[in-house]
């Protein structure tokens, strides 16, 4: 129970925050919290998830302890927070021994209504002991997808979270992420220890983003069209996976007159943060960054997110794309997909660390963000179905808006897989997917005379399709798990699957790349 003397949520909120009402599930939330329960809070990126937690921490006795991973924002956050007149701190590894003692204190004399802690401090004893001696109103568990390991993000020092409950039982806990599908909403759940908890899951739904996903062909210039026609003079996030791509990109912008800085791990600490500054004070410059760039960014009116490489799981590309139109103005999400995505992606998963279960979770999100690259449907309802909610076409994606047709594409999965089961089984052979094409397409390249394949009973059996079409069929037999990917070469290996195929025993369906990118809302509907 609350003593009476407790400042009413409501009051907080507009006295120290300056809102006039709450937001969506928030107010259910910070009551149960403020009377002491647990809670597991699924909210999408900009949701508002921070008031979740700081409105309780100042309404109970004690400080509200924060633990966050992401120790950049710490500062930013605590800075942010001073200048509303919360009595915020932080502890991590940046600081120096002065400033650490300072908020130790300020602890220990209950002048702080919230402690940010880095996960890695909760296997430190000393840190728990501090917590024992001052007064805890409630533990906030940020980005808790963190403490599942059939997530995408996974860290191990949240699994000392368990720890903390252990010893302070009757302290209420809030656990908040903004990316869990049901498998690891249920790991977060039974991980912390809150199977018990309060669960609330705010919609997912973006109606604002126009979702896209288009054939990959000259991808910096299919950018460049898309900035000019739609977004000259926006700010944007372009998402590329190699730093050198980062930096490639960034400088190709800037040729072409548009404003772009990178961001990747690899620039110093100094220049990353010129960079985010900039990004975050000046009008429309272009973010060209690794998926180091952007957790804890809050910047309203980021216009486009653009990936230039796949994400490696939907939940990726739903919270990379998430921080586009956070105003909720229209905004794109602009993804780039081609043939040696797959490739790439499944040889950077078989030579991954780890054990096979670990490469087993990999490969299945990466089969899902596949699923939702080759989807006929809605992109928006795939997306809400990825997180267990359910959705109406929304018209404005872009399988939406040009729908693309589905075909049967068994005969040519024949073709290509009985071409690569021919080399394998005749010639002990294998080739990736250039090679096959042109084999299948009749191309009397050098390499297919210098190993005669012109003479194999499937040379030029699939002239009926262009080299695009057929770029696109080895694409989905590989997105559909039809072909496997082996091996220094990335030269492509029949899996089990293949089989069915092969012996007629199941059909491909596929999905026709539309010939024109969707273009169609114009700027002024702003
Ligand atoms: P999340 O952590 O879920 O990504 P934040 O907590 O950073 O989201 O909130 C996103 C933005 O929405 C912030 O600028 C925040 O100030 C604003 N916000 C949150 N709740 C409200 C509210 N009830 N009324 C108005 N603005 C809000
Ligand atoms: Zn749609």
């Known amino acids: 129970m609350l003593p009476d003397t407790a400042p009413a949520p409501l009051d907080v909120l507009r006295r120290v925050f300056g809102y006039d009402a709450f937001r969506g599930p928030q107010q259910e939330v910070i009551e149960h919290v403020c009377a002491g329960g647990d809670a597991l809070v699924l909210m999408p990126t900009g949701g508002g998830k921070s008031l979740c937690y700081q409105v309780p921490s100042l309404v109970r006795d004690g400080t509200g302890v924060v633990v966050s991973p992401l120790i950049a924002l710490m500062q930013d956050q605590v800075d942010a927070l001073r200048a509303l007149g919360v009595r915020a701190g932080f502890l991590n590894s940046t600081q120096n021994p002065d400033e650490r003692r300072d908020t130790e204190r ?289 018209g404005n994606c872009d399988t939406c808006l040009t729908p693309p047709e589905s075909w049967d594409g068994t005969i040519p999965a024949q073709k290509i897989l009985s071409t690569v089961w021919r080399l394998k089984n005749e010639r002990n052979q294998s080739f990736g997917a250039g090679h096959l094409i042109d084999i299948v397409t009749g191309k009397r390249t050098a390499k297919v005379e210098q190993f005669a394949h012109d003479q194999l009973t499937v040379f030029g059996v699939g002239a009926d399709l262009s080299e695009p079409e057929w770029r696109a069929v080895v694409r989905q037999l590989l997105a559909q798990g039809l072909l496997a990917v082996q091996g220094a070469y990335q030269t492509f290996a029949l899996t089990d699957a293949s089989s069915e195929v092969l012996r007629g025993e199941r059909e491909v369906p596929m999905r026709r790349d539309p010939v024109k990118a969707t273009r169609t809302r114009s700027r002024s509907s702003r």
């Open 106 to 394: 300020a602890y220990l004399d209950g002048e702080l209504d919230l402690l940010y802690l880095a996960p890695e401090r909760l296997r430190v004893p000393s840190t728990l002991s501090l917590l024992g001696r001052g007064r805890i109103a409630l533990f906030a568990i940020d980005e808790a997808h963190c403490v599942a390991q059939w997530g995408h993000d996974f860290r191990p020092d949240y699994l000392a979270l368990s720890e903390v409950h252990e010893r302070w039982p009757d302290v209420p806990r809030i656990a908040l992420t903004a990316t869990a599908t049901e498998a690891t909403r249920t790991e977060i759940a039974q991980r912390l220890d809150l199977t018990a908890a309060k669960q609330v899951v705010a919609s997912f739904d973006r109606p604002n983003i126009q979702y896209r996903i288009a054939p990959k062909n000259e991808p910096r210039k299919q950018l460049l069209d898309l900035l000019r026609a739609e977004h000259p003079g926006d700010a944007g996030i372009v998402y590329c996976l190699s730093r050198k791509s980062v930096e490639q990109t960034a400088e190709f912008l800037v040729g072409q007159g548009i404003p772009a800085l990178p961001y990747h791990a690899g620039l110093d600490a100094e220049v990353r943060a010129r960079h985010q500054s900039r990004f975050l004070r000046e009008e429309g410059v272009v973010m060209v960054a690794t998926i180091a760039f952007g957790m804890g960014i809050d910047k309203p009116d980021v216009r486009f997110v653009a990936h230039l490489d796949l994400p490696k799981s939907v939940e990726g590309y739903y919270q990379e794309t998430g921080r586009a139109g956070r105003d909720g103005l229209p905004s794109t999400a602009w993804l780039a997909y081609g043939l040696a995505d797959v490739v790439q992606q499944r040889k950077m998963i078989d030579e991954s660390e780890g054990d096979r279960a670990h490469k087993q979770r990999l490969g299945q999100h990466l089969d899902a963000m596949l699923a939702l690259c080759e989807t006929v449907q809605c992109r928006r309802v795939r997306l809400l179905n990825y997180f267990g909610q359910p959705g109406e076409p929304c």
